[in-house]
């Protein structure tokens, strides 16, 4: 008789771990069944903001598997519309509840493939029964903020609860649909993924679009009309809204693994070992926004929710199941975003990090740009380098530019995770043409200016 695997939560991580699973076992050997509560399988939450904006004309564009083609092609079945509500580790069983006909299923797994993902903090102030109030972390969230946005009386005035990078892809989505925008932040800059002073030259450019960015300013509530969003509140007083988007971060779903008894990391989210397993339990494996990564520089684990993490763990999850060999190595904490024009990267430590983790370290920031100045489009660019010292080996990077700085960030990422010196950096041998670069690469500069900051001994 086929083993059974079961899957809960049908996007990245638990379907990337079902199809790599299939791709080494049959039918006849591992029946899969994967449990999602949501209508949709494969969805990427990353395009919502340009679908939001109409740079993504469809919703299903975001959808790269349906449930059909994951039974039909890959022989996996999805029950969609269905909430997993308890992992019984001792039958070996799931219990979920289904969402539309309503009722209660039971399903024996072998193998079990935790990967609920995350769920947006909801703030105290949230009110039910206030419409116009979007957390944007589903397609039917998308969904239902675009139906909002065109509904008559049409939305004119926007607020951004939240700075990441869920805020400022969602103030810009909002922008370039003719809405005035007020981004509210907590801290004293938006992109708290960056240091303060490259979060501040975010800032500034998100302002010069005309997106109003108000940092340092605690939104306490929530003002309506009829029923109706009217304003935000905040200590600073009001700020008229009639649509407002939530992007306070997430938190990784870890309910029903807490009352299952799986094992919970220091961060807050599921612990697995290297393969993606769940220690302490046999056949339990866990991946995506749900789990918790070895950070490599730190060596400590953190809550990084990113697709990118998600899929590959799902894929190295699935491989171990399916008889091969696969690791997770850990995180270096890569990011890219835009808004509007500028574009932000950042890889390993900010400061704060590199302080928190008891490292010795200098700083350099090198101002140059992306193209030959004499070549059009030349336009600003910011580097930041943290390096250890006295050892000169990277531990982090920033950027923030115009076109072609966020995808740099990929060469320092690939530099810091093979942990190179910022002295081998110098020497790196990256393409140059005016149109892609000055002949110093921007990246290449801030490497010369932290060999001299290492150099004079200062910080
Ligand atoms: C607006 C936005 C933009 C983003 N942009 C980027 C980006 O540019 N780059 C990047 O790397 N990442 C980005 N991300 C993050 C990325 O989308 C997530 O990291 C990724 O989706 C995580 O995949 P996952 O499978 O772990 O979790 P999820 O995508 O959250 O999927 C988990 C699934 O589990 C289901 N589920 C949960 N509990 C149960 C249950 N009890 N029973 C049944 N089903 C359940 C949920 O419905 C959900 O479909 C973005 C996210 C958002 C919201």
Known sequence: MAERMIVIGGDAAGMSAASQARRRRDRSELEIVAFERGHFTSYSACGIPYWVSGVVQERDELIARDPKTFRDEFGIEVRTRHEVTAIDLDRREVVA?????????????DTLVYATGASPVQP?????????????????DGAALIDWLEREPRPRHAVVVGGGYVGVEMAEALVQRGLTVQLVEQADQPMSTVDPDMGELVAEAMRATGIGVRTGLEVTGLQERDGRISAVVTDEGPIPADVVVLGLGVRPNTALAEAAGLSIGPSGAVRTDRRMRVPGVSGVWAAGDCVESLHRVSGMPVHIPLGTHANKQGRVAGINIGGGHATFPGVIGTAVTKVCELEVGRTGLRERDAREAGFEFVTVLAQSTNRAGYYPGSRPMTVKLIAERPSGRLLGAQIVGWSEAAKRIDALAV???????????????????PPYAPVWDPMLIAARKAVDALAAGGR
């Open 415 to 433: 530099a810091l995770w093979n942990g190179m010196t910022v002295d081998e950096m110098t020497a790196l041998d990256l393409g140059y043409a």
């Open 97 to 109: 509840r289904d969402l539309d006909g309503g009722g209660e299923v039971r399903a024996g797994f």
């Open 124 to 140: 105290d102030w949230a009110r039910d029964d206030v419409s116009g109030v979007f957390g944007v972390q589903t397609l039917d």
